[in-house]
């Protein structure tokens, strides 16, 4: 069964500096994808960046990249150079796509507050 | 470029009334999902479908029925809403799986049954 962990409920930056968002997953399936997305206080979903179980290199989109450790399960979101603007929840997600299912499951979130 | 749209924003029910939520999408994606989102709970995933006429549940399908007619259209029914349904909807759609495919979410439907 698929399984995405996230064992930060809240974690608090200062601008300009970095800040990991922790996330494990659990599944059986070699084949499987990695993403995170942003909710802000709006509400909408924003998508920041995918890594899957098969690439070599960990993800990077601008100011996000992913630490992504195959043997632990770990898909850590890395946000460089904090802004004000990242406060903001973050969520990792996992799909995978095994014996006729494909679902995309989410964790929990992690809050995340980044203050001047 | 609408991307995934959903109707209502906001909705009040009565307990055991019934609504639909409707959700549809622009971009041609076979897939397309609906979670409910509560706080601390994250986002749930209640049923989904993989194409027109395919459709399969997920965490959390009981009170929750749904059908996929069209590939654009993906509506969500609640035949007799319960105050435990009171929670923010998401419609949510993609390319069928592959690399990358993520969801593009709609903006939500804000739901509360008294």
């Known amino acids: 069964a698929q399984k995405i962990t996230q064992t930060q409920p809240g974690m608090f930056v200062q601008e300009k500096e970095a800040v990991t968002l922790d996330c494990t997953y659990d599944t059986s399936d070699p084949s499987y994808g990695l993403f995170w997305y942003k909710q802000p206080s709006s509400g909408e979903m924003i998508f920041l960046i995918y890594?899957?179980?098969?690439?070599?290199q960990n993800a990077t989109e601008g100011r996000y990249s992913l630490n992504f450790q195959k043997a632990r399960k770990s898909a850590n979101l890395v946000i460089s150079a904090s802004q004000l603007g990242d406060s903001a929840m973050y969520f990792c997600a996992m799909r995978e796509v095994v014996s006729g299912t494909d679902k995309l499951i989410f964790g929990t979130g992690t809050r995340l507050q980044v203050f001047p | 470029n609408a991307g995934v749209t959903q109707t209502p924003k906001f909705q009040v029910l009565k307990t055991g009334q019934s609504m639909t939520l409707q959700c549809a999408q622009d971009?041609?994606?076979?897939?397309m999902s609906w979670y409910r989102q509560d706080p601390g709970m994250g986002l749930r995933l209640i049923h989904y479908?993989?194409?027109?006429?395919?459709?399969d549940q997920g965490e959390v399908p009981n009170g929750y029925n749904v059908s996929r007619s069209t590939t654009e259209d993906f509506p969500l029914r609640l035949l007799s809403a319960a105050p435990s349904q009171t929670s923010v909807y998401f419609c949510?759609?993609?390319?069928?799986?592959?690399?990358?495919?993520?969801?593009?979410f709609g903006n939500g439907t804000r739901l509360t049954v008294t």
């Open positions: 971009m041609n994606h076979e897939y």
């Open positions: 949510a759609s993609s390319s069928p799986w592959g690399n990358p495919s993520p969801l593009h």
């Open positions: 890594q899957g179980s098969y690439d070599q």
């Open positions: 479908s993989v194409g027109a006429g395919i459709t």
